[in-house]
T-cell receptor, first 111, second 112 residues
Framework: EDQVTQSPEALRLQEGESSSLNCSYTVSGLRGLFWYRQDPGKGPEFLFTLYSAGEEKEKERLKATLTKKESFLHITAPKPEDSATYLC????????????FGKGTLLTVNP | DADVTQTPRNRITKTGKRIMLECSQT?????MYWYRQDPGLGLRLIYYSFDVKDINKGEISDGYSVSRQAQAKFSLSLESAIPNQTALYFCATSGQGNSPLHFGNGTRLTVT
């Protein structure tokens, strides 16, 4: 069965303390891997799409990377406003549409 | 204004009642989706539609039905609500291919 596992489930950082979130997957035929940010009471907000191993995308303090088995979301010098739940999702090739979401990592950045 | 609008934002209903959740979008996307989010289970796909005449079941469609009234409107119905349908429901849209999903802000549904 295709699976997407995010770790850790929760992460507390001090402002300025860099770290990484992990998304590992066991799907075959990956078509794309997506990262989203979700704030309390809101829908997920799209951050990045990665398509192939070795690819990297950056946006402000966030950088997403992809290997054949996992993706990392690196957060450099985080600020309290980076606090949110970060979700990853994988899309398979060969089908009309199937997006499998991980359960998310709750990030809290303390001032 | 939000690109993907869901109504209502919150709803409390009783077991056995029929309810409808509505979604409208101004993004001009053909593809629309309904997801359910539960603590510890993540987001799961209920139904999806690639155009007005196309409706497809997702992984957890039992107990739900949908209607695609127009390109911009996609509604989710619970014919006879039960307590384990208490959850946060999200509508989303996307463009063609592997374009990312764009989500509404959700409807929090409580079935008592």
């Amino acid at each position: 069965e295709d699976q997407v596992t995010q770790s850790p489930e929760a992460l507390r950082l001090q402002e300025g303390e860099s770290s990484s979130l992990n998304c590992s997957y066991t799907v075959s035929g990956l078509r794309g891997l997506f990262w989203y940010r979700q704030d309390p009471g809101k829908g997920p907000e799209f951050l990045f799409t990665l398509y192939s191993a070795g690819e990297e995308k950056e946006k402000e303090r966030l950088k997403a990377t992809l290997t054949k088995k996992e993706s990392f979301l690196h957060i450099t010098a985080p600020k309290p406003e980076d606090s949110a739940t970060y979700l990853c999702a994988v899309q398979l090739g060969g089908s009309n549409y199937k997006l499998t979401f991980g359960k998310g990592t709750l990030l809290t950045v303390n001032p | 204004d939000a690109d993907v609008t869901q109504t209502p934002r919150n709803r409390i209903t009783k077991t056995g009642k029929r309810i409808m959740l509505e979604c409208s979008q101004t993004k001009g996307h053909d593809r629309m989706y309904w997801y359910r989010q539960d603590p510890g289970l993540g987001l799961r796909l209920i139904y999806y539609s690639f155009d007005v005449k196309d409706i497809n079941k997702g992984e957890i469609s039992d107990g739900y039905s949908v209607s695609r009234q127009a390109q911009a409107k996609f509604s989710l119905s619970l014919e006879s609500a039960i307590p384990n349908q208490t959850a946060l429901y999200f509508c989303a849209t996307s463009g063609q291919g592997n374009s990312p999903l764009h989500f509404g802000n959700g409807t929090r549904l409580t079935v008592t």
